[in-house]
C-alpha cells in the first residue's frame, strides 16, 4: 500500500522485544550510494541554470518550458506540474537553501528506507505538497521545500528507531525548522513575504503520517485511514475548487467561450468576489452584456469599471461598440 512505503521497511530492521518503537534501539545507517536524493538535487540546479538563461525568465512561456505551469493549464490535465514544480526556483538562495536540505536529509532517508522507497516517497511528498498549496492558493507554488518538510517529518517521528537520524536532528535543528515553519506562516500573513506555507505544512505532516504508521502500530489502521483521505482530498481541487479566484476565473472563461453568458457571468463575479482582478472581470462582463444586447446592464457595468478603472471603461466602450451600434441602429 503507498502509505506503507519507507516507515514498513524501517519495521523489518527494528524488530526487538521491546515493548514500543521509541523504546528500540537505534539502528545504523547502510553505506549505499543514495543516487535519486543525487538526481533531485542535480535536477534543482539543472532547471535553476535554465531558467536563468531564459531572456524573460519569470514568464509563462519560460517557466512552462521548465516545470512550472499556469493553474488554467492544471486544470487542463498538465497534473504533472504537481511534481516538476518543485525542482524549479528562480532565486539562487531558494536554489541553495532548498538544495542543501535535500542533500542533508535525503542522503540519510534513502540510505536508511532504500533508494526505490525514498523515490516513492519523494514523489508522493511532492505530489502532496502541491496539491495543498493548488488547493489554498490556486497555484502549485515553486521550490522543494515541501518535499523537505515531508524528509524532516519522517525522520523526526523515527529519530528513535535510526542513529544516523537522530544525530541530525539535535533538539535545536528541529527547534529551528519548527521555527522557520512558523515564521514563514506570520510573514505572509503580515505581507511581507509570500511563501507556500500550505506545501511546508502538508510535507510536514505527510513525512510524519508515514512515519507515524511504524511507529504507533495500535493505531496504524487510523492513521492509514486518515493518510488516504487526506491523499484523495488532496486531488479534489484538480477538478472543483470553488473557494479559489483562479478555478472560478476558468469557468469563466470556459462558460464565455461556450457562449453561456449567464453562467459566465455568474463565476466573473464570483471570481471578483474573491480577489480575481476586477477591472479584468468587470469589462467582461460588460461586453457579455453589450452582446446580449442589454444596453442597462451594459451602462451600469461601465459604470462600476469606470469608478475602478477609467482608462479601462474606455478600452471597454471600444470593444462594446462593434456589439451595441448594430442593434441600436436596427431600433431607430
Not at 525514498?118 to 502541491?130: E, G, M
Not at 502538508?202 to 493518510?227: E, H, M, N, Q, S
Request: hydrophobic share 50%.
Amino acid at each position: 500500500m503507498l502509505v506503507g512505503f519507507g516507515a514498513d521497511h524501517l519495521e523489518m530492521n527494528t524488530q526487538s522485544s521491546s515493548p514500543s518503537p521509541l523504546e528500540s534501539p537505534p539502528i545504523p545507517v547502510p553505506r549505499r550510494f543514495p543516487f535519486v536524493t543525487f538526481l533531485a538535487c542535480a535536477a534543482c540546479i539543472v532547471t535553476f541554470l535554465g531558467l536563468q538563461a531564459e531572456p524573460n525568465n519569470e514568464t509563462w512561456p519560460a517557466l512552462r518550458k521548465w516545470g512550472y505551469y499556469p493553474p488554467d493549464e492544471i486544470w487542463a490535465g498538465a497534473y504533472w506540474a504537481f511534481v516538476t514544480s518543485v525542482f524549479v526556483h528562480l532565486a539562487v538562495w531558494h536554489m541553495a537553501f532548498n538544495v542543501y536540505w535535500l542533500f542533508v536529509l535525503g542522503t540519510r532517508m534513502e540510505r536508511a528506507i532504500g533508494s526505490l522507497p525514498f523515490a516513492a516517497f519523494f514523489l508522493a511528498a511532492a505530489i502532496f505538497s502541491s496539491a495543498a498549496e493548488f488547493a489554498f492558493d490556486g497555484s502549485t507554488g515553486i521550490g522543494a521545500s515541501g518535499v523537505a518538510y515531508a524528509l524532516f517529518g519522517f525522520m523526526w517521528l523515527n529519530r528513535n528507531r535510526v542513529q544516523e537520524f537522530r544525530e541530525l536532528l539535535t533538539p535545536k535543528l528541529v527547534r529551528w525548522f519548527l521555527i522557520w515553519l512558523i515564521g514563514c506562516v506570520v510573514a505572509t500573513w503580515t505581507g511581507v513575504w509570500e511563501v507556500g506555507n500550505a506545501a511546508h505544512i502538508a510535507g510536514l505532516l505527510f513525512g510524519a503520517g508515514i512515519a507515524a504508521r511504524t511507529v504507533y502500530p495500535v493505531r496504524r489502521k487510523l492513521i492509514t485511514y486518515a493518510l488516504s483521505v487526506a491523499g484523495v482530498l488532496s486531488l479534489v481541487p484538480l477538478f472543483w475548487a470553488p473557494w479559489c479566484y483562479e478555478w472560478t476565473s476558468v469557468q469563466a472563461l470556459r462558460a464565455h467561450e461556450k457562449a453561456d453568458t449567464a453562467a459566465a457571468i455568474k463565476w466573473y463575479r464570483r471570481s471578483m468576489e474573491l480577489g480575481q482582478d476586477k477591472a479584468w472581470c468587470l469589462s467582461s462582463i460588460g461586453l457579455l452584456h453589450a452582446w446580449k444586447g442589454d444596453h442597462a446592464a451594459y451602462r451600469r457595468t461601465l459604470d462600476e469599471l469606470r469608478q475602478i478603472d477609467p482608462a479601462e471603461a474606455a478600452n471597454l466602450e471600444k470593444e462594446a461598440a462593434d456589439y451595441l451600434q448594430p442593434r441600436e441602429q436596427k431600433t431607430k
